[in-house]
């Protein structure tokens, strides 16, 4: 049965795990790497940003959520009303300010926002990694926030291959923005790894 001791099944169960999940020299010791892996892959509480897996808080699909691919949603009246768009992979992205909002028009604007509750919002994962697919552009970008409505984009600059091996969900949370989002944002110093991505989160 189940205790609370560490012992050798424990150690050994522990580095099978490390193994499968791609930590670096497995040891079977809860050590540095894998907290931090736990803490960005599983940790979720409520009320603060998800950012590891949509699986983890309870997603398994918008339709189960009542919402479809593309709907906007604010969780009006809670302490984060501002205004995302979610995908089928469960993931979301914010609009930064009211104006970028405004360079998409065929959203219907606030009228067609999706009101939901905080706890629906949070089962989706924020992702600030973006491509400007108005402009047929291949590159994509993490979006840094520098304050309370401005942003960064910087461009991921690595190999799709490198993206995917350091992160499997990579470009399930790509978001397409276009000319103007694209062309509002200052553009900083390139990203070498996908790892080098801010935690995507509003700054109040």
């Known amino acids: 049965g189940t205790t609370l001791n560490f012992g050798l099944l424990t150690h050994a169960a522990l580095m099978e795990w490390q193994e499968a999940v791609g930590i670096a ?29 949509p699986s983890l808080p309870g997603f398994t699909s918008l339709t189960a959520l009542g919402l479809k691919d593309g709907d906007t949603i604010s969780a009006i009246g809670s302490s984060d009303p501002d205004i995302y768009i979610a995908n089928a992979w469960g993931y979301k992205r914010l609009f930064l300010n009211p104006v970028i909002f405004s360079f998409y028009n065929h959203l219907g604007g606030f009228a067609k926002v999706r009101t939901v509750s905080s706890s629906t919002r949070d089962m989706l994962v924020a992702s600030g990694i973006f ?21 960064t984009l910087h461009w991921i600059n690595t190999t799709g291959e490198q993206a995917i091996a350091d992160d499997p969900d990579f470009f399930k ?32």
Not at 37 to 50: E, K, M
Not at 131 to 151: I, S, W
């Open 131 to 151: 491509r400007n697919c108005e402009a047929n552009d291949p590159e994509v970008y993490g979006l840094e926030v520098t304050g309370e409505d401005t942003g």
């Open 25 to 53: 020299f497995p040891t079977g010791n809860f050590g540095p790497a894998t907290r931090a892996y736990i803490s960005t892959h599983y940790l979720v509480t409520p009320g603060l940003p998800n950012t590891g897996d």
């Open 173 to 204: 949370k790509v978001f397409c923005i276009n000319n103007s989002e694209f062309n509002w944002y200052q553009k900083g110093s390139d990203y070498t790894t996908v790892t080098e991505i801010p935690i995507y989160s509003r700054m109040h």
